[in-house]
């Protein structure tokens, strides 16, 4: 939860990259930066040499893209934080709840019941959680020739 509470505080840096720049010249006494828009050498060098940056917090895609030389750098002088973001809607079931009550052994309509999902939905959890237990593959399907 705290991790939370300091990424609130971050300067997020997105937008075009005259935007990027002069946000990080209104906020140079700022300790951390969110990092939103794919950057470029001259973005880390401004964000080294002219604020007070401790922390920077970067996506895992964004982190894919920035060289691994780079990153170490940037290791020794600042602590990169590398959050996964979730994208897309919002899941309306928890998985783990799912999977409990579809694996409980009563019959499927007492589940949906309990779960409050449509039929529809139930079914297409139970064919989900099926698949990805690996009861039903795409191996198993073709066969290994």
């Known amino acids: 939860m705290q991790n939370s509470l300091n990424e609130s505080r971050a300067v997020e ?15 140079k006494d700022a300790n951390e930066f969110f990092l939103k828009t794919k950057p470029n050498v001259m973005m880390f060098a401004i964000l080294l040499n002219e604020t007070k940056i401790k922390r920077l917090y970067i996506s895992e895609g964004i982190s894919r893209t920035i060289p691994k030389k780079v990153m170490e750098g940037l290791g020794k002088s600042v602590e990169v934080v590398v959050k996964t973001c979730t994208r897309g809607r919002p899941r309306k079931y928890e998985e783990s709840k799912v999977k409990e009550i579809i694996q409980s052994g ?23 959680l099926k698949e990805h237990n690996g009861k039903t593959g795409a191996g198993e399907e073709h066969g290994n020739s």
């Open 13 to 27: 840096l997105k937008g075009k990259r005259s935007e990027i720049y002069s946000c990080i010249q209104e906020n």
């Open 106 to 128: 009563k019959n499927n309509l007492e589940q949906m019941k309990a779960l409050g999902m449509p039929r529809r939905t139930y079914f297409y959890w139970k064919r989900k």
